[in-house]
């Protein structure tokens, strides 16, 4: 069953919506205000967000933008605005569809369908490496274990992509800080440790007996694959 997360303060549209879509067959989970969608958003991994632009607190926009920075999650914005300048926004920044307001129930769920239908072909079609129950999407950078969305920070999305493709091998540190970081980062090489660890984490659901990043002491870390 795939999951919606409702983002919307007015309280009497979030029920309606979670109506029609658990009558259309969809688990919903319902926020309120900017943080607390986001921290539904980490802890449910959503398949598709619907969002109102105008919330208490953080709006629409600012909530769309931080999740565009971890996710390639569908959003769609529902907004009372019907400029065309908004749509605009909306789709400028990373949304996948918008809804006005006020809107017919069935034309809400026949626009979910179509943006996850759409999404759908594009993991399909785009360029991808397939680990077992591990698929990295290399061009929407999305990261799934059995079609579950793993939530990581650019940062270690991007380490983690620049391992898958090369596996087998080992990188030590300074291999990875320069690779991913740039030469010109001057932190401290503890940035890959903590990285590793926090990736390891988020793909705690990857069967070890399909691969695992393995520790090789004095010499780095690997992303180890398995071949049956």
């Not at 989970?29 to 958003?41: K, M, N, P, S």
């Not at 690779?179 to 984490?201: C, F, H, N, P, T």
């Amino acid at each position: 069953m795939k999951t919606i997360l409702v983002v919307e303060d007015e309280q009497t549209i979030s029920r309606v919506l979670a109506v029609y879509l658990q009558h259309a067959g969809y688990h919903v989970v319902q926020a309120y205000d900017g943080d607390e969608a986001l921290r539904l958003f980490h802890e449910n991994c959503p398949n598709l967000v619907l969002l109102d632009v105008m919330l208490p607190g953080r709006d629409g926009w600012s909530i769309l933008e931080d999740i565009r920075k971890i996710s390639a999650c569908p959003v769609i914005m529902l907004t009372a605005l019907g400029d065309i300048d908004y749509r605009l926004k909306g789709l400028n920044q990373g949304a996948d569809d918008y809804i006005t307001k006020p809107f017919v129930g069935e034309e809400v769920i026949a626009r979910v369908n179509a943006v996850l239908r759409r999404s759908a072909n594009v993991l399909d079609t785009e360029n991808s490496k397939q680990f077992g129950s591990l698929k990295i999407n290399l061009d929407s950078h999305v990261v799934t274990i059995n079609g579950e969305v793993v939530i990581l920070t650019p940062k270690d999305l991007s380490l983690l992509i620049f391992l898958a493709e090369r596996p087998n091998r080992t990188f030590t540190r300074d291999d990875l800080i320069e690779s991913v970081w740039g030469m010109d980062y001057e932190g401290s090489d503890r940035a890959v440790d903590l990285a590793i660890k926090r990736i390891r984490q988020a793909l705690c659901e990857w069967p070890v007996s399909q691969g695992e990043i393995r520790t090789h002491r004095g010499l780095g870390y690997q992303f180890c694959v398995y071949e049956k």
